[in-house]
C-alpha cells in the first residue's frame, strides 16, 4: 500500500540554553487510499486541521492554537 509520512518543525529559542532548535509540532502518516478521501475540487471547503486528523496524527496544540513539541513518527514504517 501506498502511504506518505510528512513531518514539519519549527526553530525555537531553547530557554534553558538560549540556543535555536528545530522542535517537531506535528507528525501525519497517511495512505494513498485516505489521501483519495480528500474532494480536491472544493479545497476552499476544507478545514486543515481537521482534515489532519482524520488520519494517523500526532501533535500536541493547545486550545488556543499553540503548537508544542512531539516525538515524529519514525520513518522506517514506510
Given amino acids: 500500500?501506498?502511504?506518505?509520512?510528512?513531518?514539519?518543525?519549527?526553530?525555537?529559542?531553547?530557554a534553558a540554553t538560549g540556543h535555536e532548535e528545530d522542535t517537531y509540532v506535528y507528525s501525519v502518516y497517511v495512505t494513498r487510499e485516505q489521501w483519495e478521501q480528500i474532494?480536491?475540487?472544493?479545497?476552499?471547503?476544507?478545514?486543515?486541521?481537521l482534515?489532519?486528523?482524520r488520519f494517523e496524527l500526532r501533535r500536541n496544540m493547545t486550545k488556543t492554537g499553540i503548537f508544542r513539541g512531539i516525538e515524529p513518527f519514525d520513518s522506517g514504517r514506510l
Fill in 39 to 49: 474532494h480536491f475540487g472544493a479545497l476552499d471547503q476544507v478545514e486543515p486541521a
Fill in 51 to 53: 482534515a489532519l486528523e
Fill in 1 to 14: 500500500m501506498a502511504s506518505i509520512l510528512v513531518s514539519a518543525y519549527t526553530q525555537r529559542v531553547d
